[in-house]
């Protein structure tokens, strides 16, 4: 079992702590084995974020640590939609905060919109807890453990 995972948003969204978190629970409490890729721009917010994991339960089976062939993803902000079509696998799981819009390139994959921003505002009183609300969506549809 393998498993590539793409994390996409922009600097202030906790894309990096949202990858750090899954990794670790990958790792440490199921026990597999995980690779984590940490990109983001240099401005302090607003810039580009990304995390790939790679997570098996052989390690054999992770010969790249970057995504490409992606089964899932999360994209918290919409300039990164078009940008990471081309590794998305046909029937890849794909989460979109549509809090920026609705709009996406995908026909093949199974798109799951839901706005994260609002619904930790409403729930939470502010938006600095979206990523853990997209985590919660993830986990919910997928059934990673």
Do not use: C, W
Request: hydrophobic residues 40%.
């Amino acid at each position: 079992m393998k498993v590539e995972m793409l994390i996409v948003g922009r600097g202030g969204q906790g894309i990096l702590l949202l990858g750090r978190v899954i990794g670790v629970a990958a790792s440490k409490y199921a026990g597999l084995y995980v690779t984590s890729v940490e990109a983001y721009a240099s401005e302090t917010r607003g810039g580009e974020s990304r995390v790939d994991l790679v997570i098996s339960d052989n390690p054999e089976e992770i010969d790249y640590v970057r995504v490409l062939n992606a089964d899932i993803a999360l994209f918290m902000y919409p300039y990164n939609l078009t940008k990471y079509s081309e590794i998305l696998k046909e029937n890849a799981y794909v989460f979109i905060n549509s809090s920026f819009g609705e709009e996406h390139p995908y026909k093949t994959q199974k798109v799951f919109l839901k706005p994260y921003n609002e619904i930790a505002e409403k729930n939470v009183g502010t938006s600095r807890v979206a990523n853990i609300v997209a985590l919660g969506h993830l986990i919910a549809k997928t059934g990673v453990q």
